[in-house]
């Protein structure tokens, strides 16, 4: 057969482009990563990693290492073996260069699959900073409430009712906009309440994230200030028993608290783990007196069993959680002159002697939750998870009252919450993560008619349902970008007695006729039922600039529906001594917040400066109006508005430390809130802060010791509802300011802790730990405090701390 001379030429060309295309076929790609285990993510070592048909291989060192190179632009396939575990493979499109770890079960054999993720921490969204508590500081703040010790990180505050209830504040947020995850269950309490703290323990977590904004779309579209989110300990496979306990007594409150945890572990997945918590104070003192009936009694159980196959599992858990604190006395007074004297006063007007006993004023809370939970992973990796929990808060508040009734609750609530969450998550080419899922919550709050006082918070069901979808799309180690959206239903259905007479003064007749019952004389039952539908997303980016340095940018949308004190509060609350008043006018709070960060981290260095800004549409406050004389005393009028809010700010942080024994940190945290329909400031912002510590370590790290030191500022940028009010001296009608708006001095407060480690098992360590609380003895008020006007808060404590780890 003969060729012409054009297809000579053409089979020619081809051979020659042919030769030049696989001879200048890119071949300068590496990929690299770690094989580790999937619980306690241990380095694997001796694991061969190679390319299938191929000569190239790499063999993990002891930090579980591996690294391929000279890999060309194609897809290939990955194989993984060990001698304890069966061999994965996997398809990789190496398309830059990449790097991947894999997770293997290290500790059975008989498991047919091992998990393939990208290089990653365990994050809850990877375009906003989070912020988190290790494991020490978790036991640094055993005996303290979990704001308290979440205070200590930037951007985050302290909402107080005197000094032993509390609770965050994120990015100048608070209530309804920080929700609290706890073993991937929101928590469902009379969050509403500035004096309400939230009905969890610390100690029985091991992690700790505080992610600013609304960025974890699974859980709730409404945080616009931000989530918690706890998580337990890892299961191990193996046949273990583990706990840890933990001791402190401390000088101020003359008490202490005890925790212990115990777990034990099988090869087979089967698992039981307990918690126990008892805390008890008397009494704290402020620098120059007693802070009479401030005492604390706290005791939490849990109870979790399960199985878990990495593949498969499911776990049920019980939890309870009550305590009783008390109010402080002096902040209940009896007539609006003695108010007005308390106002004014540099210490309590009641003073009593040191006691345990906790009298009225007081408030007892009881907190349980039932939860089942269930994953499966499916032959592709995807992954199925339900999540149901039924919980019981049970709450009741004790005011001072005549004629020996002060031991029956004046406010008696009871919320039942039945939570239900379903998600399924599938990876696509190990680029991109997807998430969708469904949730169902029903809530039935039953106030207690039959206290002899009219109910604050009325009888109320509320229902929602929503769905949510999020993506991450993860290209290499140095780029993702994620993005969501969530829609909410939510439906209250409440009912509630109105004065009359305020219904007609306040409009309600005309616009919510449709609400109206029955007339009772000068009290009318309505029905309100209302719904709303609320929208969430989120997107965001991060990517890396060099060595160790990473940028984030974020924009969040969300949506909140006011909350049940918010539309129907209608009386005295006790705990905090205030007359609160709710606004059926209320409309959704529409929030849309944009969050950026630079961070650094090389060797023993690292630092990020972390600025954000939010624009609030109906943000949702309440601001005292007056004062008000009852049967049972004088006390501020508090009302509930909304108005449009900017607030700008930023969080820094700084860390260093200089060849392995001294560390120094420092971090800043700085918030601006403007009320743009008053234009003025808004209230309840918190002042500018700033924290620092130096810590040596021994170098056999035998012992170490650490100085604290925080200072935070006044308070410049602050609204005016200072008010007159009449007063009669002598016969003579007298007006009277009262100045309740002024935000008290900045302080400095210094905290020292010395520590001597006794053990270690593995990670964990056995210590005794001495901390000196406010060191300097510093009289101080804070302006997040709602009964600053009549106390300092707490003076100088000394802790013994015994943790012991087995």
Known sequence: MKLSFSKLCFLLVAFTLGNWFVSGQTCAYSLRGKVIDLHDSTPIYGALVSVEGTDFFSQTDEEGNYLLEGLC???????????????LKREV????????????????????????????????NASVKEARLSKDQISQYSS?????ALSSLSGVSLLQTGNTISKPIIHGMFGSRVGIVANGVRLRDQEWGADHAPSIDLNAFEGVQVIKGAATLKYGGDTAGGMIVLTPSKKMLQDSLYGATTLNLESNGKGGSFQSKMNRTTSKGLYIGAHLTARRFGDFQAPNYNLSNTGLEEGVFSLKFGKTKVVKGWELNYSRFQNQMGILRASHIGNIQDLLVA?????????????????????????????????TTTKNNAKWQWE??????QRKEYDVRRAGRSDFAALDLKLQSHTLLGSYSWENDFEWKYEWGINGLFEDNFSNPNTGVKRLIPDYTKYELGTFFVAVYKPTNLFSWDWGLRLDGLFFDAQKYYDLADWETRGYGLRYSRFEIQNRGNQLLTRPQLFYFNLAAQTGISFAIGAGFETKLAYILSQRAPNASELFSDGLHHSLATIEYGNLDLKKETTHKVLL????????????????????????YIAPQGIEQTIRGAFPVWNYFATDVLMAGFDSNLEYEIKNQITLAWSTSYIYGQDLMEAQPLILIPPFNSFQKIKYTSKKRLWDVEIAHQFVGQQGNYPDFDFTYNTIEMGTIVPKKVEVSAPPKGYNKWDVFFSIYLSQRGQSKSYVRLVAQNL??????????????????????????LVLRY
């Open 776 to 801: 300097t003895n510093t009289d101080y008020r804070n302006y997040l405090n709602r009964l600053r006007f009549f106390s300092s808060e707490l003076g100088r404590n000394f802790q013994l701390q």
């Open 144 to 148: 303290e409430s979990i704001s308290e």
């Open 93 to 124: 499109k190496l398309l830059t260069q990449k790097e991947l770890n894999f997770q293997l079960e290290h500790h059975i054999n008989e498991l047919e699959e091992i998990i393939l993720s990208e290089s990653q921490l365990e994050t809850q």
């Open 597 to 620: 960060s630079f961070s650094k981290a090389e060797g023993g260095f690292s630092a990020s400066v972390e600025p954000y800004f939010s624009f609030s549409k109906n943000y949702i």
């Open 343 to 375: 106002l004014n006063s540099n210490e309590p007007l009641r003073i009593n002697p040191f006691t345990y006993v906790i009298s009225a004023p007081k408030q007892e809370g009881i907190h349980q939750n039932l939860q089942f939970s269930y994953y």
């Open 73 to 87: 632009y194609e897809q290939i396939i990955i194989s993984v073996e060990h001698p304890q575990c069966i061999s």
């Open 388 to 393: 149901y929990s039924y919980q019981i808060n």
